[in-house]
């Protein structure tokens, strides 16, 4: 008997996404089905070019077939991907950023700017479109920990205004407003100031088209968060902190902001620096200095996902200070960390796209 289209269908049925919990069907994940004789391929469409199960949903789409079809069937499952958003369509700032993140800590010195480095090239090593905006106006350093403090930026001029350039390095795009003042001057602006700096990297800069824009912001909930909540949709939130129960205080309100009705911006998860610090001589060994997985009880309380633990090892200042960040590493168990925190990040935003509505603005007068 030949197989049919219909046959396939029916077979991919039975492939679950296991992030979605739906098959790939009702999905709409499968396209251009064609079938000559014994030979089957198709595309599966995944939900981002970085998907950590591409591998998984690519043999069970194969052992479908062959199971619920036909033993001797030849199937080829061509992997393709188009970002999920959560934004509207309507949206005309930044139209071609699929996805804008904040991350997010309640207290400073937690290693948030770090994470948020590490995880944007974890997400560019998977394969995705990755910006990062440093909105740590009063302190910034991504242009630090990607070694470009002397870089000069460039602008394009297009319609009688002029665009910058964002920085392109390690595959990700990145602007700093360290990369546009005196690194020896502090920076004495007042909150209106800042926001309309912060603005100005969003409306003034050409992204162009990105399936991750991660947003550095200072510590603490003050006028920079609200000014990014109220310029431009936020797809969610991602919180950082240390495991001790001070840090943790903070970033319960951290999480708190992003949850109040004016705000509702879905919080993704926890990530929990500094874990655990684990000598270099002996790499076996888990020494908890700031107590433990209090990360993760946070995030059962609370009820959001926890991400993933990022150790305390020298290895992680050292890429900062050198601009050169950990998770470039092809390996070695820090890389491996911030990989498999940003597979939880990938999930996390795949999830909320297709359980949310799309994030809006919040009115200024909202708060």
Known sequence: ???????????????????????????????????????????????????PLKALIQSACVNAIVHFVD???????????????????????????????????????????????????A??????????????????SQHIMFGVENEQLYVNERDGKQFMIPVDKYGVKMLSIGLMVDPNQPIPWRGPMASKALKQLFSDAEWGELD??????????????????????????????????????????????????????????????????????????KYYIFGKEGCRKLAEELKVPFLGEIPLVQSIREGGDTGIPVALDDEGPVATAFAEVADQVIRQVAIRNAELAPTKPVAATAY
């Open 71 to 121: 033993a001797e069937a030849i199937v080829t499952v061509n992997m393709t991907a188009r970002t999920t958003s959560g934004r509207s369509s309507s949206d005309t700032q930044l139209p071609n950023v699929r996805n804008i993140i904040a991350v997010a800590s309640g207290k400073g010195g937690v290693g948030k700017s770090t994470v948020a480095a590490n995880l944007a090239v």
């Open 212 to 285: 991750y824009l991660l947003i550095d912001l200072p510590p603490g909930t003050g006028d920079i968060h609200l000014t990014l909540v109220s310029a431009v949709p936020v797809t969610g939130s991602v919180i950082v902190s240390t495991p001790q129960h001070v840090a943790l205080a903070d970033a319960r309100k951290g999480i708190g902001m992003f949850r109040l009705d004016t705000i509702n911006v879905p919080v993704l998860g926890l990530i929990e620096n500094m874990a655990y610090f684990t000598p270099a001589e002996l790499p076996q060994n």
């Open 1 to 51: 008997m030949p197989i049919t289209q219909e046959q396939v269908v029916d077979a991919l049925r039975n492939v679950i996404e296991p992030d979605l919990k739906k098959d790939l069907i009702t999905l709409n994940m499968v396209e251009d089905i064609v079938v000559d004789g014994k030979n089957v391929s198709f595309t599966v469409v995944l939900t981002t070019p970085a998907c």
């Open 123 to 140: 997400l560019a090593k998977k394969g995705a479109r990755v910006g990062l905006i440093d909105a740590d106006i009063y302190g910034p």
